[in-house]
């Protein structure tokens, strides 16, 4: 069973950083793509980022871009995603996500919720 236990939220005051991880077990994930969520209040969860395990390709929102940056350490199992430059929109509960199937396309992978595995989230909270 696959586990994905997320870490590294807070509050920040805008302009700071934080590092959010996301620790995988029950399976290798070197084929799959994992990424990382976020859900405001009253909004859909939106895919702010993704990486392909094995290559280490990248899809950034462009909300994001230039700001955060999502990585992957294989030896731990555990995927990071480095968000600087906050902004108080970034404001939300952060969910890592990964699936049982191997997705083709990372756009693909971005532009959908239905998941199969997701962590309880971690709180990020962005003051201005």
């Known amino acids: 069973q696959v586990q994905l236990v997320e870490s590294g939220g807070g509050l920040v005051q805008a302009g700071g950083s934080l590092r959010l991880s996301c620790a995988a077990s029950?399976?290798?994930?070197?084929?799959?793509?994992m990424g990382w969520f976020r859900q405001a209040p009253g909004q859909e969860p939106e895919c702010v980022a993704a990486i392909r395990w094995g290559s280490g390709d990248t899809y950034y929102a462009d909300s994001v871009k230039g700001r955060f940056t999502i990585s992957r350490n294989n030896a731990k199992n555990t995927m990071y995603l480095q968000m600087n430059s906050l902004k108080p929109e970034d404001t939300a509960v952060y969910y890592c996500?990964?699936?049982?199937?191997?997705?083709?396309?990372?756009?693909?992978?971005?532009?959908?919720?239905?998941?199969?595995?997701w962590g309880q989230g971690t709180q990020v909270t962005v003051s201005s």
């Open positions: 029950g399976r290798a994930f070197i084929r799959y793509v």
């Open positions: 996500a990964t699936d049982n199937s191997a997705f083709a396309s990372l756009r693909i992978y971005s532009s959908t919720n239905e998941h199969d595995y």
